[in-house]
């Protein structure tokens, strides 16, 4: 039997996921700001990528179209981000 990783309580669970890994920036920040209005408000975006610069890009890009980054967590070469609509 397998367990299945639990969200943090205070974290919501994504209702989407892009997976952008082996792709070269800038196309995960670009995917990401494409696909963010295509959320419903409140809806949460799970990206995962590879790309070592979309730790500025990403977050930053985020908040300044008006969304919400709940989390960053660089896991060796892979950044998930959370992020809110």
């Known amino acids: 039997m397998t367990q299945t990783p639990t969200q943090p309580a205070s974290l ?4 989407f996921r892009l997976d952008m890994r082996g ?3 800038p196309y995960p920040a670009v995917a990401t700001l494409e696909a963010l209005p ?3 408000p409140g809806q949460v975006l799970e990206v995962v990528t590879d790309c070592p610069q979309s730790i500025n890009s990403i977050p930053v890009d985020a908040k300044n179209h008006g969304y919400e980054v709940l989390e960053v967590v660089q896991d060796g070469p892979t950044i998930r981000y959370l992020i809110r609509r």
């Open 12 to 15: 919501p669970a994504p209702d």
């Open 23 to 25: 792709e070269p920036c």
């Open 38 to 40: 295509q959320l419903a």
